[in-house]
T-cell receptor
Framework: GDSVTQMEGPVTLSEEAFLTINCTYT??????LFWYVQYPGEGLQLLLK?????DKGSNKGFEATYRKETTSFHLEKGSVQVSDSAVYFC????????????FGAGTRLFVKA | EPEVTQTPSHQVTQMGQEVILRCVPI?????FYWYRQILGQKVEFLVS????????KSEIFDDQFSVERPDGSNFTLKIRSTKLEDSAMYFC?????????????FGEGSWLTVV
């Protein structure tokens, strides 16, 4: 079945460092891809998405490009802030049946001042 | 901005008791979902619901679970006889399946603690 694999955390960075969180997926169809963020004690918020190959999703300085050839959707940010500390989930939404979203295990990011 | 709302935000219940978690999806959405997240673990799909019936469910969603859309606005998850391992954050979500690329919008979650 469809699945999402993302790099294990935690990831600890200093403020203004470059961030990459790797994500790869397995899907039988043509899924949409997402990054969700969960701040401490809060629910899941959509960070960005891409719905087809070569699309780039971006929001709040974060970017991810849908790479069909490598089945990847890596999250990047050029300069992280302390306020970016959260858990980041890569996810895909299949285009069949109930259109459910499948999540990766999540990567916790700590940003130090 | 429209949002998915969930109640209660936190519930503590004794093992074996029935629990109902409530959700109000975004009003023009057609697909509804429940997910759960055991503390510190991944977000797991439970069930999807469309056109007043379950469209897909996971292995987690056994006979102890049920969902209902009792009226035009609410979407509920019932756990008939709670177990300790049901302790988790339960997220309701909805989507319109339109030009949004199947984006689903999550509520803030309901913490369930079974003691």
């Amino acid at each position: 079945g469809d699945s999402v694999t993302q790099m294990e955390g935690p990831v600890t960075l200093s403020e203004e460092a470059f961030l990459t969180i790797n994500c790869t997926y397995t899907a039988t169809g043509y899924p949409s891809l997402f990054w969700y963020v969960q701040y401490p004690g809060e629910g899941l918020q959509l960070l960005l998405k891409a719905t087809k190959a070569d699309d780039k999703g971006s929001n709040k300085g974060f970017e991810a490009t849908y790479r069909k050839e490598t089945t990847s959707f890596h999250l990047e940010k050029g300069s992280v802030q302390v306020s970016d500390s959260a858990v980041y989930f890569c996810a895909l939404s299949d285009n069949t049946g109930g259109f459910k979203t499948i999540f990766g295990a999540g990567t916790r990011l700590f940003v130090k001042a | 901005e429209p949002e998915v709302t969930q109640t209660p935000s936190h519930q503590v219940t004794q093992m074996g008791q029935e629990v109902i978690l409530r959700c109000v999806p975004i009003s023009n959405h057609l697909y509804f979902y429940w997910y759960r997240q055991i503390l510190g673990q991944k977000v797991e799909f439970l069930v999807s619901f469309y056109n007043n019936e379950i469209s897909e469910k996971s292995e987690i969603f056994d006979d102890q679970f049920s969902v209902e859309r009792p009226d035009g606005s609410n979407f509920t998850l019932k756990i008939r006889s709670t177990k300790l391992e049901d302790s988790a954050m339960y997220f309701c979500a909805s989507s319109d399946r339109g030009a949004t690329g199947n984006t689903i919008y999550f509520g803030e979650g309901s913490w369930l603690t079974v003691v």
